[in-house]
């Protein structure tokens, strides 16, 4: 495995505010590795540090070996950019927009199988955001950094979205993501930094952040037969029983789903509508980013 | 029906074929200026349209004893050369490279190997060319539709005239770089509103 990039204890402030405390993230080859927070955390100062648009105030940063501030030239060939709201001149057009970027590169792709007519004023939303990306791939880039890839993009377009970044990695390029959709991040990424404050708070895959999270799980289900609450809150596993619309819900930690099942088996009463909801990234990042 | 379905299968075209990037950024961003048709309007149409009135008008011809015996018609010759010049130097420019900042577009150039300063060499390749067919026209046709008189000292003049439009460009840079509010340049410099 070898490192693209590398960030070493980044420091940035503007004025006298600390966008990123101390941040120090290693991005292995082929990974698509994900950076989420709350809003004002330091996720874009950050990627705008490895993009070389900012200068550090200190720490080190090495991207396909090369310093973004010194070597942009050579990187600026070798990595593709999605910033989160730049737009392109109102009356340009979509091919024309293809077209003049793909001439920047050494080897892009072919921009021809995607040309359209539409001038950028006359996109809609997701559209302007479908072309923000196919600009930022359009250099055939080994590094992707990517900001806010899927915002005012609807759910089907968001799940083509996610596919084609997956084929990007797939011929090899590394991705760097930062993002607020959760169920993005636990779709896309093989690991997360969750960042708070200007701080990495924690670090690692979706699952073992869900997982560490300890957040109770949920089972929701219909009894078949009448149902005396005793019979499951007497359980260690089960932290609490409520009934909403006729279905019960209980929350537990731990093995409360075997619990629960074998409870209600040995009374021979059927769990239908039976729902589990476990712990997600969602609940690790509430957990995470809530103790400041 | 995708507008911009990002390249699927990327493949990388055959080398041998890159198209030469400078190149083709001047000639995006010279479709793009004529496409916005401020510049052209105001830089080119403005001074030409005020010629043909100027011209029209008899009493423009007659010669005068104020002006040391030249006609109104060739004194306003080279004040509608520095028309042309400062509505593109002083209006077309910064509010074209305002834009492109409050859009994020020389952010985003930033971050491609072409650069932030290549945008701006283009426009002010594209304004000085402008400028150029702007005084040639004026010149043009002054002379032959109006037997306007044509600078004396050629030499002279072309020095005068691209110190001029060095200085008004450079005005330009400074008031794209400063007036960050739309509001700001509309206010100063801008001869009409457009979008």
Known sequence: MTAVVEVRELRKSYGDTVAVRDVSLTVQRGEIFGIIGPNGAGKTTTVECIEGLRTPDRGQIRVLGLDPGRDHGELRQRMGVQLQDSQLPERLR????????????????????????????????????RLSIALALVGNPEVVVLDELTTGLDPQARRDTWTLIEGVRDRGATIVL??????????????????????????????????????????????????????????????????????????????VVTAVTSALASRGIVAGQLRVEQASLEDAFITLTAQR | MPT?????????????????????????????????QIGPIWGLGLPVVLLVIFGSIPSFHHARESLGGQNLLDTYMPVLVALALALLGLSALPSILAS????????????????????????????????????????????????????????????????????????????????????????????SSSR
């Open chain 1, 178 to 255: 930062v993002t607020h959709f959760m169920e993005e991040a636990e779709w896309l990424c093989d690991r997360v930094a969750v960042i708070d404050s200007g701080r990495i708070v924690a670090l690692d895959s979706p699952a073992a952040l869900a997982a560490a999270s300890d957040a109770p799980q949920r089972i929701t289900f219909r009894p078949a037969a009448p149902l005396d609450d005793a019979l499951l809150t007497a359980l260690p596993e089960v932290t609490s029983l409520e009934r909403r619309r006729g279905e019960v819900v209980v929350t537990g930690t731990g093995n």
């Open chain 2, 4 to 36: 911009a379905s990002a390249p699927a299968r990327p493949q990388a075209l055959p080398a041998g074929t890159p198209e030469p990037a400078t190149l083709r950024l001047a000639a995006t961003e010279l479709t793009l200026f004529i496409r916005e």
């Open chain 2, 100 to 191: 492109y900042r409050e859009r994020g577009i020389l952010r985003r150039m930033s971050t491609t190997p072409i650069g932030p300063q290549r945008v701006l060499g283009a426009q002010l390749a594209i304004h000085l060319g402008m400028a150029i067919i702007a005084t040639a026209l004026v010149l043009g046709v002054g002379r032959t539709a109006y037997g306007a008189a044509l600078p004396r000292q050629p030499a002279m003049y072309a020095l005068v005239w691209l110190l001029a439009a060095v200085a008004l460009l450079a005005l330009g840079l400074l008031i794209a770089a400063i007036a960050r509010a739309h509001g700001w340049r509309r206010a100063s410099v801008r001869p």
């Open chain 1, 94 to 129: 979509v091919g024309e927009a293809l077209r003049l970027f793909s001439s920047f590169y050494r080897a892009p792709v072919d921009w021809r199988a995607l040309m359209e007519r539409t001038k950028f004023g006359k996109l809609s939303g997701g559209q302007r955001q």
